[in-house]
């Protein structure tokens, strides 16, 4: 068997097993059941959501592209009737 805390199990006495039964406790290296069910469902819960916060960050992302994209065609398709009213204006001036 290893050791524990320095401490062979076999080489120590009932009182200092308890010791170490309750220092094991109070390092938290021994948990109750109902403890460790506990931590094993709130870790559960919170890879969850960070599960469906990265797909809605997924989803944002995409949007966002979109919309970006839409915002060169609209800047695009201005700077084209800008510069189409420009120079029809340079040949009705003329």
């Known amino acids: 068997m290893g050791e ?7 080489d120590l006495g009932a009182v200092a097993l308890l010791t170490l039964v309750v ?8 948990v109750p059941r109902r403890t ?7 870790r559960d819960t ?3 959501a960070h599960t ?3 797909e809605a ?6 949007q ?3 919309l970006l994209e839409l915002g060169r065609t609209s800047a695009h398709a201005l700077t084209g ?4 009213a420009g120079s029809d204006e340079e040949v009705g001036a003329g």
């Open 4 to 10: 524990l805390f320095g401490f062979r199990p076999t």
């Open 23 to 30: 220092l094991m406790i109070l390092t938290g290296r021994l």
């Open 36 to 42: 460790y069910d506990d931590l094993l469902k709130e």
């Open 46 to 48: 919170w890879r969850e």
């Open 52 to 54: 469906v916060s990265e």
């Open 57 to 62: 960050r997924a989803m944002e992302r995409a």
């Open 64 to 66: 966002t592209q979109e």
């Open 81 to 84: 009737l800008r510069q189409a």
